[in-house]
Structures are given as structure tokens and as C-alpha cells.
């Protein structure tokens, strides 16, 4: 209903506020930064070689929010081809990989009506394949109990909230054997859920390759966007 909203009735933009435009240019831009390493400081002993977009914050905070709280489902285009980019560079332009989602909380989920991330993944895949590198999701990954919003808590606390709380479909996990697995989240904080993620797809006897994100909330030193990249036309949020 809300997607139908904002078809009728146009928006501003979700990262400055800017009139009539869902996202603007500028807005976009961190997302056409290069991807690279993310590793949190500290690093959870197991952590997969992080990747991510940008820095989290400004607008890229924005255009988050504007998809996961405000239901604003076009973002996930720009936001899901920046992710198919992370883990681009996540598997060195290499495939067949296989994206794994990180399980959204089902508080999350049942507020938002859908699982964002694995929104996410189906877009990031999509550009991958559009691109030749073949790409799946496959949602190995759910939580083996329920677990508390890990916003606020400090990196202990996390650890305490998150420990064994994922398991594997076992299903899903049989179609691990064969590709590179990426796990894949919107965000990078801690580092403590993608290695809590890795461990459980560890404990069914996957290795998770690498961590492909958007942005990552302790990244010191975002690469610059890159030159006049300019996203796809199809990644441009419709209104
Ligand atoms: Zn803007």
C-alpha cells in the first residue's frame, strides 16, 4: 500500500530532504564509491574478509531508513546494485557465488512485512548475473532463537545477545556445496552477526568466502566515489 502511496503521491528525497525526488543525485553519490575492506576494530576472531560500499551515515543512513522504516521498496534498487557491487569485490569479479542473507530479527520482519536484506540480495544478484557473474540467493540462514534489536548495544552485549542464535536450513545449505559463499547484510558494526552467521553455515560444513555490505559504521576512511560513475538507469529509484 505504501509503494502505491508513494507512486501517487511523489516524496522527498529519503537522504536530504530535498523536494519531489525519492533519492537525489547527490544523495546517490556514496553509493558509487569503489568497495573495499571493512574490517570493525576490534575484529571478531572468525569474521569472513569484510567488504563494504561506503561509511554509514548522511545519506546513505537516510536511504536505509527510508527502505527498512518507511517502506520506500524503490531504494532497494540503488541500495541492492550497490551491494551486488561489494560483493563483486568481495569474490575478486569471480563466480558462480551464492549470497546468503543475514536473517533479519522476526520483530523486524513481522513490523516491516518482509525480510529487507533478502530483498537486497535478490537485487545485488540480479546485477551480478546482468554483469556475467553467476549469482544466486539461497536464504541458508534463520535464527535458531529469538534475539533483541542489537541497536544500542555495545560490542559485548551484542556478542552476549547474537551467540548460536543462527542456524542452517538444511535444505538450502545442500545447494552451498558448489559456489562461493558470500554472506550478505545492509550494514557492517561490529562484525559480531556476520561471524556469528559464518560460524552456524561453518557448523553445517560451508565456508563462507567473504562479508559483502552497503556501508560499514566504523569505516575510518571511505573511498572516494569513483570518478563520474553514474548508476545503471535500471538502479535509479522509480517513483
Ligand atoms: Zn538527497
Not at 529487507?116 to 541458508?140: D, I, K, M
Request: proline share 9%; net charge positive; hydrophobic share 45%.
Amino acid at each position: 500500500m505504501k509503494a502505491l502511496l508513494d507512486l501517487v503521491f511523489p516524496v522527498d528525497c529519503a537522504g536530504c530532504g530535498a523536494r519531489s525526488v525519492l533519492a537525489c543525485s547527490s544523495c546517490l553519490t556514496p553509493l558509487l564509491c569503489a568497495p573495499g575492506p571493512a574490517w570493525p576494530r576490534p575484529s571478531p576472531p572468525g569474521l569472513p574478509p569484510p567488504f563494504a560500499v561506503t561509511a554509514y551515515g548522511g545519506s546513505v543512513r537516510g536511504l536505509l531508513l527510508g527502505l527498512k522504516e518507511d517502506g520506500l521498496l524503490a531504494l532497494q534498487r540503488p541500495l541492492g546494485w550497490a551491494l551486488g557491487q561489494s560483493v563483486r569485490a568481495a569474490v575478486g569479479g569471480a563466480g558462480p557465488v551464492c549470497l546468503v542473507p543475514v536473517p533479519s530479527a522476526r520483530a523486524a520482519q513481522r513490523r516491516r512485512g518482509e525480510d529487507v536484506v533478502r530483498r537486497l540480495a535478490s537485487v545485488a544478484a540480479g546485477e551480478l548475473r546482468r554483469s556475467g557473474v553467476p549469482a544466486t540467493v539461497v536464504p541458508a540462514l534463520r535464527h535458531s532463537r529469538a534475539v533483541a534489536d542489537s541497536a544500542g548495544l555495545d560490542a559485548r552485549a551484542r556478542a552476549r545477545n547474537l551467540s548460536g542464535a543462527f542456524t542452517t536450513r538444511r535444505r538450502a545449505v545442500d545447494r552451498l556445496r558448489v559456489d562461493r559463499v558470500v554472506l550478505v547484510d545492509d550494514l557492517i558494526t561490529t562484525g559480531v552477526t556476520l561471524t556469528e552467521c559464518a560460524a552456524a553455515l561453518a557448523a553445517a560444513g560451508v565456508h563462507a568466502h567473504a562479508c559483502a555490505t552497503i556501508a560499514a559504521t566504523q569505516r575510518r576512511s571511505p573511498h572516494s566515489p569513483r570518478g563520474s560513475a553514474q548508476l545503471p538507469p535500471w538502479a535509479l529509484p522509480s517513483q
